[in-house]
Every structure is written in C-alpha cells, then in structure tokens.
C-alpha cells in the first residue's frame, strides 16, 4: 500500500497469485516457499525512475534484502511489473573490498581503488546446450555505474549500479569553519545561501538533493549523521576542504563498518556495488574486482507474487508490501471465477465454458427428442405385431364372445321348444285319459 506521505502518483497494484495451473511441482513448491519465507517489504523510489526493495521486518529500520535490490530502473506513465523474476533467476551482488573501504588521500589526489577486471559471462542454451562466452574487460578506476551499463549490455543480463556512504559531521563551531565539498561541489559555499555555524548533518543533505540531485546523488540526516547516496552507482567523493580541525567520518561504505576519518585538506573516494540480475543458465566468472569474491545466490525479486507499480512516482515515495494483506474486500478471486463463464479455456482456447454448456443442453435436448420418436415408433410397431399375431392365431376374443351369446340364445330357445312340447304332450295325454 501506497505511504500516505507520498507526493507523486504512483499506484501499486493489489498482490495477485503466480500462475500456478500451468507450473511443475517443482517451481509449485517454489513458489510455496517463497511466500512462506518472504519479510515485509518496502519499495522505495530514489528517483522518479528508480527504486529500492527493502525488508521492512522493522518498519523504522528497514534494511537491504540479501542480496540486496538497489536502483531498480522504473519507467513513469505506464504498469511497470515489480518482484515478478522467473523462479530460477539468480543475482550476483559484488562484494569487493575496495567498495566497503574509502580511499583516502588529499584532495583532487584519490581513486575508486578498483583494480580492474576481466568479466567473463557463459551462456547455455537450455534447448541445444549449446555454451557461448562473451568477454567484458571492465578498467582500473572504473565506476560502478559505468561498469553496469557496460555488463547489461550483455544478453540475458540486467545489471544495476549503487553507492551509499554512511558519514558523521564533527563541526565544533569553533575556528574556522567546516568546508565540505562532494564530487567537486562546494556544499558550503555562501553563493548557494548562508551556512549555519556549526555546519549540521541537515543542513548538507539540504545542499546534497538541491545541488546533486539531478545527477542521481541524493542525502538524508538523522541527527549528526549524514546519508549519502548515489542511486547509479557512481563514486562518492567526500572532501573535507577546511583550514579548521573539524572533520569528516565515514563509518559505513555500502553496509560495511569503516573508520575512514577526513582531516582538512583531505579526500575520500568510495566505489559503488554492481548487482547482475540473470537466469540460471548463465553464469559468471572474474579475475579480481567487483566480482573477484563475489558467487551468485537466490534472486529475493521471486516472492510467488506479482504485482505492478503505475504512475508517477517521484523520489521519496514508499510503498509497503506484505503478502496476504490485501486479502480484506478483495473480489478479484470471485471476478475472476466468473470471468471463467465466458473465458475461451476450452477446444484450445476455441471455446468457453458457456460455449461447451449450451452446447451441451443443445445435444442433450435433441437425443431426448430422438430417444421419444423412437419410442413412439417403438409403441406402434408392438401394437402392429400384437394385431397381425392375433389375426393369424385365429382367436377373436369380441367374436367368441358374441358367438357364445349366440349359442346361448339358441339354447335358450330349443329349451324352451322342448318345454312348450313338453307341456302339449301332457295336455294331450290327461285329455284321453
């Protein structure tokens, strides 16, 4: 859900179950252990094309993922789809030394401390196994961000680029003041607007989002502590260019502890961390560098979920996500059942489940219809048969039956001949006697 303080437009979609009818059990308990193991997670735009998928276990702190997903590229006006990598995507997160240890020196003298590497990036064809190899030779000095516009430009690889210092700001307001310059900008130059004495955290990372926000280094203070960071991963030049005792500490390089302390007249240098996002069918194998140490992991962007981020977003914006609290007044199962009625699922997506029923009835009303004339015909011809048996068997049971009345009519009357005979025979008899 979208952070109420949010300024832009931006619109996360509600949480939508992977696909899972069309997923082998395999990539099905995938996605079953990916819920059960997925945090709170916060989406955090640097910029208006940019963002950060954090754990939000601990919503006043929330930390990188491991491996981490920094400066996710974002296009604004249209559905950009969000932790949705196929299950078996993998990342492969530099962890070289020299990104977590600043360079120190005096100013206009330091480097990134990147020796160089040669990358080498295999591929597999998953259907001929065919292996084809393609080298990048990334150079001494290089910045992160150069060096992941240059590896994305590999096939099958996406690659972003981060840089984040953690610094303290130790201006006792006594002397001479704090002079504090960022990749060759004066940040306490009275030109840009009075400087307070002492120079506060605060104040910086007001000059650092006015002065550098544009190049994608932006800032944020908590007390004396100053947060900077470059969301394309180019290196962070922090100078302590005072005549005072006031200093300048670097206590973090890009999640690493460091005690890198700036003196007037100094500078330190911090290089940036390249992250690769890439199937599993490609790997990656360096001889020093950024991913001299480095060995690929898991992606956290395959949660079991997909969801989209639409808008306008601009930098600071948040968005919380945590699966399954979408669930209170959400129809989408129900409109989704019902939208089977009329979806072309079956005959290979030639017919709808509609289609299928009314055709169904159809079929059955005409061989309900077929199956009554058959009967009917059934009826006449037995009755036919029963009438032809009858005629042929010579039994007429309306004609015996009339016969039999017949004969007793006849009977009845040569009874009663006999009788009347019977009856003139005795007159005649009792007369002559």
Do not use: C, H, W
Not at 297 to 308: E, I, K, R
């Amino acid at each position: 859900m979208a952070s109420p303080g949010n300024i832009g437009t931006g619109v996360l979609s509600q949480l939508a179950s992977a696909q899972e009818s069309s997923l082998t059990n395999a990539e099905l308990q995938a996605v079953l252990a990916a819920r059960e193991n997925t945090p709170p997670l916060l989406l955090r735009f640097t910029s208006d094309t940019s963002y950060d998928v954090l754990d939000n276990s601990d919503p006043l702190a929330p930390v990188d993922l491991v491996p981490p997903l920094n400066n996710l590229s974002f296009l604004p006006g249209r559905a950009n789809p969000v932790l949705s990598a196929p299950a078996d995507s993998q990342v492969l997160a530099s962890s070289a030394a020299f990104s977590q240890a600043p360079v120190l020196g005096a100013v206009g003298s330091t480097s990134n401390g990147n020796p160089g590497e040669t990358v080498s990036i295999t591929t597999t064809d998953p259907l001929t196994s065919t292996v084809s190899s393609e080298i990048v030779n990334l150079l001494g000095s290089e910045s992160a961000a150069t060096a992941a516009l240059r590896l994305g430009a590999v096939a099958g690889v996406e690659a972003t680029a981060n840089n984040e210092i953690v610094v303290s700001v130790l201006d006792d307001g006594v002397g001479p003041p704090l002079q504090v310059g960022l990749n060759g900008i004066d940040l306490t130059s009275a030109t840009s607007g009075p400087v307070p004495i002492p120079v506060t955290a605060d104040f910086l990372a007001g000059r650092i989002n006015n002065l550098l926000g544009a190049s994608g280094v932006v800032a944020s203070a908590q007390g004396s502590t100053l947060n900077v960071r470059s969301v394309r991963g180019d290196d962070i030049v922090l100078q302590n260019i005072s005549a005072g005792a006031d200093t300048l500490l670097i206590s973090s390089a890009n999640g690493a502890a460091a005690t890198t302390l700036i003196n007037g007249g100094q500078e330190a240098t911090t290089a940036g961390t390249v992250s690769l996002f890439m199937p599993a069918n490609i790997s990656v194998a360096s001889s020093a560098g950024f991913f001299a140490n480095s060995s690929a992991q898991s992606n956290p962007a395959f949660l079991g979920y997909d969801m989209t981020i639409s808008g306008a977003p601009q930098a600071g914006d948040r968005f919380s996500v945590t699966p399954g609290s979408f669930g209170v007044g959400d129809n989408r199962n129900v409109l989704a059942l019902a939208q089977l009625q009329t979806a072309s699922i079956q005959k290979s997506g030639n017919a709808s489940i509609s289609d299928i029923y009314n055709r169904l009835i159809g079929e059955v009303g005409s061989s309900t219809s077929a199956a009554r004339i058959d009967r009917e015909a059934a009826d006449s011809l037995l009755l036919q048969s029963q009438q032809r048996a009858s005629s042929i068997s010579g039994v007429n049971l309306d004609e015996e039956a009339a016969r039999l009345l017949q004969y007793e009519q006849v009977y009845n009357a040569s009874a009663r001949i006999i009788s009347i005979a019977r009856s003139t025979f005795d007159t005649l008899i009792a007369a002559f006697s």
